[in-house]
Protein backbone atom coordinates (compact mmCIF):
# COMPACT_ATOMS: atom_id res chain seq x y z
CA UNK A 1 0.00 0.00 0.00
CA UNK A 2 1.15 3.44 -1.09
CA UNK A 3 -0.34 6.56 0.84
CA UNK A 4 1.05 10.08 -0.65
CA UNK A 5 -0.83 12.99 1.35
CA UNK A 6 -0.15 16.69 1.21
CA UNK A 7 -1.05 19.55 3.52
CA UNK A 8 -0.07 23.49 3.80
CA UNK A 9 -2.74 24.66 1.39
CA UNK A 10 -5.07 27.08 2.94
CA UNK A 11 -6.23 30.57 2.34
CA UNK A 12 -3.74 33.53 1.60
CA UNK A 13 -3.76 37.26 0.53
CA UNK A 14 -2.06 38.16 -2.86
CA UNK A 15 1.75 38.80 -2.77
CA UNK A 16 1.75 36.49 0.34
CA UNK A 17 3.28 32.43 0.36
CA UNK A 18 2.79 29.48 1.26
CA UNK A 19 4.54 25.67 1.74
CA UNK A 20 3.34 22.86 0.49
CA UNK A 21 4.49 19.72 1.92
CA UNK A 22 3.89 15.92 0.31
CA UNK A 23 4.98 13.01 2.25
CA UNK A 24 5.12 9.48 0.67
CA UNK A 25 4.65 6.66 3.05
CA UNK A 26 3.77 2.70 3.52
CA UNK A 27 6.13 2.04 0.55
CA UNK A 28 8.66 -0.48 0.08
CA UNK A 29 9.72 0.91 -3.19
CA UNK A 30 12.30 3.96 -3.96
CA UNK A 31 10.76 6.87 -5.30
CA UNK A 32 12.34 8.95 -8.57
CA UNK A 33 10.31 11.66 -9.61
CA UNK A 34 8.23 13.85 -6.96
CA UNK A 35 6.31 16.57 -8.54
CA UNK A 36 3.40 18.72 -8.27
CA UNK A 37 -0.16 19.93 -10.28
CA UNK A 38 -2.71 21.74 -9.68
CA UNK A 39 -6.55 21.95 -11.47
CA UNK A 40 -8.86 25.10 -10.77
CA UNK A 41 -12.57 24.97 -11.61
CA UNK A 42 -13.27 24.24 -15.13
CA UNK A 43 -9.82 23.75 -15.88
CA UNK A 44 -7.53 20.80 -16.82
CA UNK A 45 -4.92 19.44 -14.48
CA UNK A 46 -1.68 20.86 -15.36
CA UNK A 47 1.76 20.22 -13.93
CA UNK A 48 3.25 22.92 -11.50
CA UNK A 49 6.87 21.61 -10.75
CA UNK A 50 9.02 18.14 -10.93
CA UNK A 51 12.18 17.32 -9.45
CA UNK A 52 13.73 14.10 -9.88
CA UNK A 53 16.04 12.26 -6.94
CA UNK A 54 19.24 13.78 -7.93
CA UNK A 55 17.49 17.29 -7.72
CA UNK A 56 16.45 18.21 -11.39
CA UNK A 57 13.72 20.46 -11.18
CA UNK A 58 11.58 21.90 -13.88
CA UNK A 59 8.43 24.58 -13.81
CA UNK A 60 5.69 25.56 -15.49
CA UNK A 61 6.20 28.98 -17.09
CA UNK A 62 3.65 30.71 -15.07
CA UNK A 63 5.53 30.03 -11.76
CA UNK A 64 8.83 30.27 -12.42
CA UNK A 65 10.80 32.90 -9.96
CA UNK A 66 7.76 32.43 -7.79
CA UNK A 67 7.67 28.87 -6.76
CA UNK A 68 10.70 26.74 -5.65
CA UNK A 69 10.25 22.40 -5.17
CA UNK A 70 12.79 20.36 -3.22
CA UNK A 71 12.66 17.15 -1.45
CA UNK A 72 13.96 15.46 1.68
CA UNK A 73 14.70 11.62 0.14
CA UNK A 74 15.37 10.84 3.86
CA UNK A 75 11.54 11.66 4.71
CA UNK A 76 10.40 10.63 1.50
CA UNK A 77 8.85 14.35 1.23
CA UNK A 78 8.78 17.10 -1.16
CA UNK A 79 7.90 20.98 -1.01
CA UNK A 80 6.68 23.29 -2.70
CA UNK A 81 7.71 26.89 -1.63
CA UNK A 82 5.21 28.90 -3.28
CA UNK A 83 6.11 33.14 -3.50
CA UNK A 84 3.98 36.34 -4.52
CA UNK A 85 0.65 34.62 -4.90
CA UNK A 86 -1.85 35.88 -7.25
CA UNK A 87 -5.40 34.88 -7.65
CA UNK A 88 -4.45 32.56 -10.83
CA UNK A 89 -2.44 30.21 -8.30
CA UNK A 90 -6.06 29.49 -6.75
CA UNK A 91 -6.86 26.03 -7.26
CA UNK A 92 -6.35 22.19 -5.73
CA UNK A 93 -2.81 21.13 -5.89
CA UNK A 94 -1.85 17.50 -6.30
CA UNK A 95 1.27 15.74 -5.07
CA UNK A 96 2.74 12.79 -7.65
CA UNK A 97 5.54 10.41 -6.88
CA UNK A 98 6.85 8.04 -9.54
CA UNK A 99 8.78 5.03 -7.75
CA UNK A 100 11.45 3.08 -9.50
CA UNK A 101 9.44 -0.16 -10.29
CA UNK A 102 7.61 2.67 -12.89
CA UNK A 103 4.22 3.07 -11.17
CA UNK A 104 2.83 6.55 -10.47
CA UNK A 105 0.71 7.66 -7.16
CA UNK A 106 -1.24 10.89 -6.58
CA UNK A 107 -2.37 12.55 -3.32
CA UNK A 108 -5.58 13.62 -2.17
CA UNK A 109 -5.08 17.38 -3.24
CA UNK A 110 -4.76 20.61 -0.45
CA UNK A 111 -6.38 23.66 -1.72
CA UNK A 112 -4.99 26.50 -1.97
CA UNK A 113 -7.00 29.86 -2.14
CA UNK A 114 -5.61 33.28 -3.12
CA UNK A 115 -7.74 36.15 -2.42
CA UNK A 116 -7.75 39.85 -3.36
Avoid: H
Amino acid sequence: VQLVEESGGGLVRAGGSLRLSCAASGSIFSINTMGWYRQAPGKQRELVAAITRAGSTNYADSVKGRFTISRDNSKNTAYLQMNSLNSEDTAVYYCTITYGIGVNSWGQGTQVTVSS
